[in-house]
């Protein structure tokens, strides 16, 4: 069954430092999302992709995220200058379709510490 | 914007038993998912509904759009049920996929 990837399962990072996560989507899928859960607390949406283009995106999405799909399987979110309050799990999802009648497919996510 | 809550956030239960989860919303929407999370964190999709029931063998899933309220049951509840199940809504504002989460009820099935 196809499936939803993410790299690497754990990044541990130095306060201020660059990190990219990396998540291959479902290969016929064209709509991409990025989630993230603080350790203890709800999921949060942080952005929506299609077409090259970001969607939608939440407060949290600030300056210091971009998203990119740079070849035709990868979908990386960059965190330019990582704080401590960045120390999360983050999760990324894929569905064939964008609308909200549609069930999307989340990967095993990566698990993000900023030391 | 809308507030996704759900009830009990914390449930322990008898092998066999029948188990309910309650999930509100605060706003109109499209589409109610029910989601599994597992003790390592992976997230699977459950049901995804936007009226009446769905069943995927021992689950059910109701939603209510009048009263804005769902239910996620388990029948003839086993250990391995053992999880973290959280609801989300979609639509509503936003006309993208966007997921609103709820906190997640946090289920232990004992032997």
């Known amino acids: 069954e196809p499936e939803v990837t993410q790299t690497p399962s754990h990044q541990v990072t130095q306060m201020g430092q660059e990190v990219i996560l990396r998540c291959v989507p479902i290969?016929?899928?064209?709509?991409f999302y990025w989630y993230r859960q603080i350790l203890g607390q709800k999921v949060e949406f942080l952005v929506s992709f299609y077409n090259n283009e970001i969607s939608e995106k939440s407060e949290i999405f600030d300056d210091q995220f971009s998203v990119e799909r740079p070849d035709g399987s990868n979908f990386t979110l960059k965190i330019r200058s990582t704080k401590l309050e960045d120390s999360a799990m983050y999760f990324c999802?894929?569905?064939?379709?964008?609308?909200?009648?549609?069930?999307?497919?989340f990967g095993p996510g990566t698990r993000l510490t900023v030391t | 914007k809308n507030e996704v809550e759900q009830s009990p956030q914390n449930l322990t239960a008898q092998e066999g038993e029948f188990i309910t989860i309650n999930c509100s919303y605060s706003v109109g929407i499209s589409a109610l998912h029910w989601l599994q999370q597992h003790p390592g964190g992976g997230i699977v999709s459950l049901f995804m509904l936007s009226s009446g029931k769905k069943k995927h063998g021992r689950l059910i899933a109701t939603i209510n759009i009048q009263e804005k309220h769902s239910s996620l049951h388990i029948t003839a509840s086993h250990p391995r049920d053992s999880a973290v199940y959280i609801c989300a809504s979609s639509g509503g504002s936003s006309n993208t996929g966007k997921l609103i989460f709820g906190q997640g009820t946090t289920l232990q099935v004992k032997p």
């Open positions: 290969s016929n899928h064209l709509y």
């Open positions: 999802a894929s569905s064939d379709q964008g609308h909200h009648l549609v069930e999307q497919y």
